[in-house]
Each structure stands twice: as structure tokens, then as C-alpha cells.
């Protein structure tokens, strides 16, 4: 099923980071406001962990002077937890144990495994962005660090032509390999308006006239003809 383009990131992300990341983390998320929940000790308890989410858009930009298609640059950002009975220090550092993992390891291991990586999408490549603390505090015994990692990528949007609304989307024009290709279905499954299906393009004709104006005179008679299809164009050159 197709989705958004920022779905289809966020999840690319998670993907990533549980292959990458392996045992350095409890579990990769998108974020479901945990660090606003009323049970924040059970979110901590489960630390070292990896959230990410849609962090906003961009002003796009016209990809030419068609303004058919648009840049739009977009951030996501990655947020990085641990925690540390000892201090807070050790919450960011780690320890000597492999299980005191440090945010700022997992900072290095997020941003290797992010930066200049296009998740196999229609994106530019990942730019690293800032890096922000979000916690640095004691939460009863128990120290933890939490940081944000902002990544910027861009990608085309196309625009429909003024005064129109999509098209039935072609099942034969989806491709697989793009988890965003034939996303405009969804109008068709909510009821939308939709505009009828473009004529499918399969020859075009070429008429020559010696007399230019037997163009306006006699159009139906050229003084040859040339039939172009699809695969391959035929010189027929019937002359008339």
C-alpha cells in the first residue's frame, strides 16, 4: 500500500537504525509523545532507545520555471536515550559495563549511520543538522540523558495542472519499488473528485504540404505523411 513520502522516511529510519544499531539499543520507534506521558519512569526503565519523527518542511522551490515540480527541503529528527544509576555523566559517557551505553555513542552511531544515506527514496541524501538536549537530569535514582538529531533531505513534489484534479491512478504504472509510487488512490478510496484518464498517446501523425497554404485550404490533403508510433516511427510517405 502507498504511502507519504514523510511515512515512508520515518519508517525507512526505523529500518535502518534496528539493523545498524543492533544490541545498542532496546528498540526503535517513530515517537508517540513518550517524554510527555505521565508514566515517563517506564519509558526510562526501558533506555538505551532510538525514536524518530517528521520535524517539518521546508519553503519548497520551483524545480524550473514550469513550476511543475518542487524542491521541498524537509527535516527529521532522531532522538537518543539512555540512562545510569551512577550519575548523569555516565548516562552521556557510558561505563564500564557494555550495557551502560552513552547517548553520545549512540549520537556517533545514529548520525554514521544516517548522514549521506538516501534509504533507498526518491530523496537527496541526509545532511547532518543540529544536535540538541532535550533531558540531563536525575529522575528519582535513576540518571538519563536525552538527545534530538536533526537530518535535512529534500525531494520533488509534483503539482497538478491548474484547475484540475487527479486522474484514476493506472495499476500497471505503480512501481514496486517505491513505497510512495500511486499514492494518489486515496482519492478514489475516499470518494474525491477525479478528472478522466489522459487519452493514451499510441501514434502521431506528421502531414507535409508543399503549398503552405493549402494548410488552411485543403488540411485533409497533405502532400505526404509520416506516421509515428509508440516503438518505432514509419515513413510512409504517401503522397496524395
Not at 165 to 191: E, K, M, R
Request: glycine share 8%.
Amino acid at each position: 500500500m502507498p504511502v507519504p513520502m514523510i511515512t515512508a522516511v520515518e519508517l525507512a529510519i526505523v529500518d535502518r537504525l534496528k539493523r545498524g544499531l543492533g544490541k545498542m539499543v532496546t528498540s526503535v520507534d517513530t515517537y508517540g509523545g513518550e517524554f510527555d506521558d505521565e508514566n515517563l519512569a517506564d519509558v526510562i526503565r526501558r533506555f538505551p532507545a532510538a525514536w524518530t519523527t517528521f520535524g517539518g518542511a521546508g519553503k519548497p522551490k520551483p524545480v524550473d520555471t514550469s513550476r511543475e515540480k518542487w524542491h521541498t527541503p524537509a527535516t527529521f529528527v532522531v532522538m537518543v536515550g539512555t540512562r545510569s544509576v551512577r550519575s548523569e555523566a555516565a548516562s552521556r559517557q557510558g561505563g564500564p559495563s557494555a550495557r551502560e551505553i552513552g547517548t553520545n555513542l549512540l549520537i556517533y552511531g545514529v548520525r554514521r549511520l544516517l548522514i549521506q544515506q538516501d534509504l533507498a527514496l526518491p530523496i537527496k541524501e541526509f545532511a547532518p543538522g543540529t544536535i540538541r538536549t532535550l533531558f540531563n537530569t536525575r529522575l528519582q535514582r535513576e540518571a538519563f540523558s536525552v538527545f534530538a538529531l536533526e537530518f535535512h533531505t529534500e525531494w520533488v513534489e509534483k503539482a497538478l495542472p491548474a484547475r484540475s484534479f487527479p486522474q484514476p491512478v493506472d495499476q500497471a504504472d505503480i512501481d514496486p519499488n517505491d513505497p510512495t509510487s500511486g499514492l494518489d488512490t486515496v482519492f478514489a478510496a475516499y470518494g474525491g473528485q477525479l478528472d478522466p484518464a489522459s487519452p493514451v498517446w499510441d501514434s502521431m501523425t506528421l502531414n507535409y504540404y508543399l503549398d503552405p497554404t493549402k494548410v488552411t485550404r485543403a488540411p485533409d490533403k497533405p502532400d505526404a505523411q509520416d506516421i509515428m508510433g509508440m516503438q518505432s516511427a514509419t515513413g510512409a510517405g504517401n503522397e496524395s
